[in-house]
């Protein structure tokens, strides 16, 4: 939406320019300052020149400032939100994800809806088995029983290797898809 990305920019700037008053003002007693951006913005892609040109025109280093950046959509893999993460953080902007944590929110909305069952997100089912000292694989072990307190199955999808399956069945899934077990 055109104007979520105008309301955005009109935001970066205004923040970036309140921090440059401070600044200016109160010098290293100046707040931090955090813009939290709108799922729109975060996905841009020209956001990256937009923070670069931005900073430049109020006279501020990538360091000065934060963006919050809604996590469902870097959960998601959305290429430019991903991107511009990446390339934001390597310039020195430090990134917040916020909204981070919905999985607690999404264990509530099974205990009060009448769901059969859950897939878990590919992304994640891909990490798990190609990075098994992820943070992720322990998380994982975690969530499933959780889910299934509340009566909801557990479905995988992606399941490759007789190796995965196995490790899938003893944290408690229920069912899964995938090269492993049939085609």
Do not use: F, K
Request: aromatic share 4%; charged share 20%.
């Amino acid at each position: 939406c055109s104007s979520d990305l105008t309301i955005g920019r009109w935001m970066l700037r205004q923040a970036c320019e309140q921090l440059r008053a401070w600044r200016a003002e109160r010098g290293t007693e100046a707040p931090q300052v955090r813009i939290d951006l709108t799922t729109y913005l975060t996905q841009d892609p020209d956001l990256v020149e937009l923070v670069r040109t931005t900073l430049a025109a109020t006279q501020l280093a990538p360091a000065d400032i934060q963006l919050g950046m809604p996590a469902e959509v870097i959960v998601a893999g959305h290429g430019d939100a991903v991107d511009n993460v990446g390339t934001l953080a390597d310039i020195g902007v430090r990134i917040v994800l916020t909204r981070y944590g919905q999985v607690v929110g999404n264990l509530g909305v099974l205990e009060s809806l009448p769901v059969a069952g859950v897939e878990l997100a590919e992304p994640l089912v891909r990490i798990a088995a190609t990075r098994p000292d992820s943070v992720v694989r322990p998380a994982l072990a975690a969530l499933v029983p959780l889910i299934r307190r509340t009566g909801t199955a557990v479905v995988v999808t992606g399941i490759d290797s007789a190796e995965h399956a196995q490790w899938w069945r003893a944290i408690g899934a229920d069912s899964g898809r995938g090269a492993a077990l049939a085609r």
